[in-house]
């Protein structure tokens, strides 16, 4: 059995996909991949299918970590796929409260 995380902020482009290659490279780092399933989103859908931040690349690369992939918004089904969503501040975190489809959703974040 593995554990779920999702690491959420607004667009997707900076901070989460940001903690999700940190996170990544601690999970690599300790031989945990088969145990632990990550990923990132964002609240906001504008920047949807564009890749991270220039600046977020950046300052990862100087850092050792590849911040890759290409922003998604949270959809209803990352509640059930995940056993946590991380939100990156208080606004991500009130919004994925309100898009969790219910109370026991509404628990993972």
Known sequence: ??????????????????????????????????LIDIDSAGTGAWHVGEPPDHRARAAAKGRGLAVDGRARKVVREDFERFDLLIAMDRSNHADLERLAPGPEAAERV
């Open 1 to 34: 059995m593995s554990v779920r995380i999702c690491f959420v902020c607004l667009g997707n482009i900076c901070r989460s996909p940001t903690a999700e290659a940190v996170m990544r490279g601690l999970i690599e780092r300790e031989g945990l991949e088969r």
